[in-house]
């Protein structure tokens, strides 16, 4: 069916129904477009956990990973997802999450 005549059939149920049937009618329609709404959306595979466990660094490693004094990583790791403090004067870093971090930078 084309969608000018699929238009012009909906059209026609909806003009046609009686008050009765309309709270019915709007959901099934709005289920329908729940439907095809959502393949608009592009699927995307799915990630899958790496197998290795998170692997937390000192601010001394990060420093010579991203090949920077040890007072710039402490600086980068304000309010950073990849940081994480322990206490006031301990900070360890997910090895992922800044590498991520510095590959996007």
């Not at 012009?8 to 709007?26: C, K, N, S």
């Not at 799915?46 to 692997?55: H, K, L, N, T, Y």
């Not at 710039?72 to 997802?81: L, M, N, P």
């Not at 006031?88 to 510095?102: C, D, M, V």
Request: hydrophobic residues 45%; proline residues 8%.
């Amino acid at each position: 069916m084309m969608p000018d005549q699929a238009l012009a059939g909906l059209d026609a149920l909806i003009r046609d129904t009686t008050p009765e049937e309309r709270p019915a009618l709007v959901v099934a329609l709005a289920a329908r477009l729940a439907t095809l709404g959502a393949k608009l959306i592009p699927e995307r595979p799915v990630q899958i956990a790496s197998a290795d466990p998170e692997r937390w660094i000192t601010p001394d490693r990060a420093a010579e990973i991203a090949a920077v004094p040890k007072r710039r990583v402490y600086q980068w790791a304000h309010g950073k997802r990849w940081a994480s403090r322990l206490s006031r004067k301990t900070l360890r870093i997910s090895e992922r999450g800044f590498r991520a971090w510095l590959a996007m930078r």
